[in-house]
């Protein structure tokens, strides 16, 4: 059984920083990349950021320069630290495990993050 648990979410003011962190535990054989993705009211879900094992990383474009994705690979966890955050980033954050970037295969239950002006 694959489980998947984020933290970190909550509101923050325009300008603000915010860190996620997600644990992923059972068994997840070869979908060893983690990421991000966020869904906004009304919108899709879009990818926010995805990591390798090896720490090649795909970044969305409106999040580059101001996220960075970690990871702690003994401990299955990943971060997403935001920095200059803006009132458009507020959405849901989902964890998630896949194969290859851009093709999620296990994901969280979701963090919300609201940026307020």
């Known amino acids: 059984q694959v489980r998947i648990v984020e933290s970190g979410g909550g509101l923050v003011q325009a300008g603000g920083s915010r860190t996620l962190s997600c644990v992923a535990s059972?068994?997840?054989?070869?979908?060893?990349?983690m990421g991000w993705y966020r869904q906004a009211p009304g919108k899709q879900r879009e990818l926010v950021a995805e990591?390798?094992?090896?720490?090649?990383?795909n970044y969305a474009d409106s999040v580059k320069g101001r996220f960075t994705i970690s990871r702690d690979n003994a401990k299955n966890t990943v971060y997403l630290q935001m920095n200059s955050l803006k009132p458009e980033d507020t959405a849901v954050y989902y964890c998630?495990?896949?194969?290859?970037?851009?093709?999620?295969?296990?994901w969280g239950q979701g963090t919300q993050v609201t940026v307020s002006s």
């Open positions: 998630t495990r896949g194969v290859s970037f851009n093709n999620p295969t296990y």
């Open positions: 990591m390798t094992p090896g720490g090649s990383t």
């Open positions: 059972g068994s997840i054989v070869g979908a060893r990349v």
